[in-house]
């Protein structure tokens, strides 16, 4: 059983310098705070007829906060910085404006990167929605799978591409993308790719583009790093910040405390068999460490699948796939699942493993409790 420890929750400290309290803290109850107002509606903005009947379609009448501020200053050709926390709609924020961008200029090419290969397949597959029926293009350019259909649709022609930054490097060193041609450039989770180490590349397809690109920042923390690249690339830019706290207000969290003599994975499955565990994603630090979990809860008896960055593509949109339809209960993942996905109706998150940092924790519990959602957040404490 887990309990809050918020009496003792002074005393948790990690060597890594983590406070265990920042685990523990009540969900708002829903409708507490008061409704977003937006200004705009969908069928408001300045944009293309077809596009907004596309929008409609969707389901999308009123903007989310980041979708509400930032659309009119992209539609301005402003340059942006987005700042909002996780499964706030940056995606539409960004896609709707500059969709309408290549409508009114066909020649105009728009670059997207993001940091994992995951959150590039879902951003093409939002693509296709907002652009069905416009003959407009895009390009999906991730590693982990071969080049070659990338290679093919480069050169059938596009308007779009989305990549991450290793295999967009990789083509434009090979004379397969002209950085020159695109006047649009989009970096989409950007605190994550300095994270995992991009920044060298993050610069250099920066450098190659346009004089004058517009260029959108979206990301959920500012860091001195970021400050940085903000100052060399980005001209007189708006910032749009709509994060109201550092974790979701629909979250509950709290720790499960693991004592000496007792099996952390007799406390897992514990959890695991109670009918509120419906759709679980669970966290661990390393991909031989979940594997190995993985395994065990199948042995167990439980529908598991399993993502983290050696696994083929194709295999781990399988695992996502049939978690996503609830054809299985749980996905353990490392951290490359933690940013960006949007898989709905997860009932709980648990971290199995303590995350490396705060950070990494805002951004694995941010996969619960999304819209209107209130969801639960465990954290395993030795």
Same mark, same amino acid.
């Given at each position: 059983? @887990?309990?809050?420890?918020?009496?003792?929750?002074? @005393?948790?400290?990690?060597?890594?310098?983590?406070?265990?309290?920042?685990?523990?803290?009540?969900?708002?109850?829903? &409708?507490?705070?008061?409704?977003?107002?937006?200004?705009?509606?969908?069928?408001?903005?300045?944009?293309?007829?077809?596009?907004?009947?596309?929008?409609?379609?969707? &389901? @999308?009448?009123?903007?989310?906060?980041?979708?509400?501020?930032?659309?009119?200053?992209? +539609?301005?050709?402003?340059?942006?910085?987005?700042?909002?926390?996780?499964?706030?709609?940056?995606?539409?924020?960004?896609?709707?404006?500059?969709?309408?961008?290549?409508?009114?200029?066909?020649?105009?090419?728009?670059?997207?990167?993001?940091?994992?290969?995951?959150?590039?397949?879902?951003?093409?597959?939002?693509?296709?929605?907002?652009?069905?029926?416009?003959?407009?293009?895009? /390009?999906?350019?991730?590693?982990?799978?071969?080049? @070659?259909?990338?290679?093919?649709?480069?050169?059938?022609?596009?308007?779009?591409?989305?990549?991450?930054?290793?295999?967009?490097?990789? =083509?434009?060193?090979?004379?397969?993308?002209? =950085?020159?041609?695109?006047?649009?450039?989009?970096?989409?989770?950007?605190?994550?790719?300095?994270?995992?180490?991009?920044? #060298?590349?993050?610069?250099?397809?920066?450098?190659?583009?346009?004089?004058?690109?517009?260029? +959108?920042?979206?990301?959920?923390?500012?860091?001195?790093?970021?400050?940085?690249?903000?100052?060399?690339?980005?001209?007189?830019?708006?910032?749009?910040?709509?994060?109201?706290?550092?974790?979701?207000?629909?979250?509950?969290?709290?720790?499960?405390?693991?004592?000496?003599?007792?099996?952390?994975?007799?406390?897992?499955?514990?959890?695991?068999?109670?009918?509120?565990?419906?759709? /679980?994603?669970?966290?661990?630090?390393?991909?031989?460490?979940?594997?190995? =979990?993985?395994?065990? +809860?199948?042995?167990?008896?439980?529908?598991?699948?399993?993502?983290?960055?050696?696994?083929?593509? #194709?295999?781990?949109?399988?695992?996502?796939?049939?978690?996503?339809?609830?054809?299985?209960?749980?996905?353990?993942?490392?951290? /490359?699942?933690?940013?960006?996905?949007?898989?709905?109706?997860?009932?709980?998150?648990?971290?199995?493993?303590?995350?490396?940092?705060?950070?990494?924790?805002?951004?694995?519990?941010?996969?619960?409790?999304?819209?209107?959602?209130?969801?639960?957040?465990?954290?395993?404490?030795?």
């Amino acid at each position: 059983m @887990y309990r809050n420890f918020s009496r003792q929750k002074k @005393y948790f400290k990690r060597s890594n310098n983590i406070d265990f309290s920042k685990f523990i803290c009540k969900a708002e109850p829903i &409708g507490e705070s008061l409704p977003y107002i937006p200004n705009n509606k969908f069928e408001d903005f300045n944009i293309n007829s077809a596009l907004k009947l596309n929008i409609l379609k969707k &389901g @999308y009448v009123n903007p989310t906060p980041i979708q509400d501020q930032a659309i009119p200053y992209i +539609l301005q050709s402003r340059d942006v910085i987005g700042i909002a926390n996780t499964g706030t709609g940056k995606t539409a924020a960004f896609l709707i404006p500059l969709l309408n961008k290549i409508i009114s200029n066909p020649r105009e090419k728009v670059l997207i990167i993001v940091p994992t290969r995951e959150l590039a397949i879902q951003i093409n597959q939002e693509f296709f929605d907002f652009s069905r029926n416009m003959k407009i293009f895009s /390009v999906c350019c991730v590693g982990g799978v071969s080049a @070659y259909n990338q290679i093919a649709g480069l050169r059938r022609g596009y308007n779009i591409i989305i990549g991450t930054p290793g295999r967009l490097k990789d =083509l434009v060193d090979r004379k397969l993308i002209n =950085l020159s041609c695109f006047g649009s450039i989009v970096l989409d989770e950007a605190d994550r790719m300095l994270d995992m180490g991009f920044v #060298n590349d993050m610069r250099f397809l920066m450098q190659n583009m346009q004089k004058n690109k517009q260029t +959108l920042f979206f990301m959920a923390t500012v860091t001195r790093e970021l400050d940085k690249l903000i100052k060399e690339f980005l001209n007189n830019p708006k910032e749009v910040k709509v994060k109201t706290r550092e974790t979701s207000k629909n979250v509950d969290q709290d720790i499960v405390r693991v004592g000496s003599g007792q099996d952390k994975l007799d406390s897992l499955h514990n959890l695991l068999i109670k009918k509120e565990f419906s759709k /679980v994603l669970i966290f661990g630090r390393t991909k031989h460490g979940v594997e190995k =979990l993985c395994q065990t +809860l199948v042995k167990k008896g439980f529908k598991a699948e399993l993502i983290h960055g050696d696994k083929p593509q #194709n295999k781990r949109q399988k695992s996502l796939k049939l978690f996503r339809e609830n054809q299985s209960q749980i996905l353990v993942a490392t951290d /490359v699942a933690a940013r960006g996905l949007d898989i709905p109706n997860v009932s709980h998150v648990i971290n199995y493993d303590v995350p490396e940092n705060y950070e990494d924790y805002v951004h694995r519990i941010g996969r619960t409790g999304r819209g209107n959602q209130v969801g639960v957040a465990l954290t395993f404490i030795n």
